[in-house]
T-cell receptor
Framework: NAGVTQTPKFQVLKTGQSMTLQCAQDMNHNSMYWYRQDPGMGLRLIYYSASEGTTDKGEVPNGYNVSRLNKREFSLRLESAAPSQTSVYFC??????????????FGPGTRLLVL | AQKVTQAQTEISVVEKEDVTLDCVYETRDTTYYLFWYKQPPSGELVFLIRRNSFDEQNEISGRYSWNFQKSTSSFNFTITASQVVDSAVYFCALSVSTDSWGKLQFGAGTQVVVTP
């Protein structure tokens, strides 16, 4: 099992460019998440998806869109990148249903630099 | 709203010393889950432990141990006889059952530096 995979590992964008970060999991988890990590701030939730076909905003959704393509895949899109979006992006997945939650497992991260 | 506080920004120790990382959480939910993750210099996030609010037993796994105290809303992590490979950023995180899709609230992290 690969667990959670992310592509690309590293990306440099110019302000105003767009890109999509890809995430896939092979653990049959229903829930998937996108976080960003900035120095001194821990990880903050951007968007999450409780199941295929559903998505919802997290703590810092502005400037991002997501698509839950199927149970395995959850993508994050930056329509018009800004320097403030320079960060490390992590995708995660878990089994979460009702009040029951299991551990979230994380992908290796995508380091994004916006110039 | 939920909150996780890791007051220690960085801890430096010499190899073989013990190190304790503090984690204080805030929630009004009675059912919740606490986690610790390790982020080594390579950058990935490694799951260490998950604890639910009904299980206050302390846990030991090799050189790692965790002390969960609901009375003080704390979930502290101790590394015994530290090694250079323990150098990493450690994150404490919280999710609550009423927020039923498992969203994690992270602390800011504590950088542990172990020198030989």
């Amino acid at each position: 099992n690969a667990g959670v995979t992310q592509t690309p590992k590293f990306q440099v964008l110019k302000t105003g460019q767009s890109m999509t970060l890809q995430c896939a999991q092979d653990m049959n988890h229903n829930s998937m998440y996108w976080y960003r990590q900035d120095p001194g701030m821990g990880l903050r939730l951007i968007y999450y998806s409780a199941s295929e076909g559903t998505t919802d905003k997290g703590e810092v959704p502005n400037g991002y869109n997501v698509s839950r393509l199927n149970k395995r895949e959850f993508s994050l899109r930056l329509e018009s990148a800004a320097p403030s979006q320079t960060s490390v992006y992590f995708c995660a997945s878990s089994y979460a249903r009702g009040t029951y939650q299991e551990t979230q497992y994380f992908g290796p991260g995508t380091r994004l630099l916006v110039l | 709203a939920q909150k996780v506080t890791q007051a220690q920004t960085e801890i430096s120790v010499v190899e073989k010393e013990d190190v304790t990382l503090d984690c204080v959480y805030e929630t009004r939910d009675t059912t919740y889950y606490l986690f610790w993750y390790k982020q080594p210099p390579s950058g990935e996030l490694v799951f260490l432990i998950r604890r639910n609010s009904f299980d206050e037993q302390n846990e030991i796994s090799g050189r790692y141990s965790w002390n969960f105290q609901k009375s003080t809303s704390s979930f502290n992590f101790t590394i015994t006889a530290s090694q250079v490979v323990d150098s990493a950023v450690y994150f404490c995180a919280l999710s609550v059952s009423t927020d039923s899709w498992g969203k994690l609230q992270f602390g800011a992290g504590t950088q542990v530096v172990v020198t030989p």
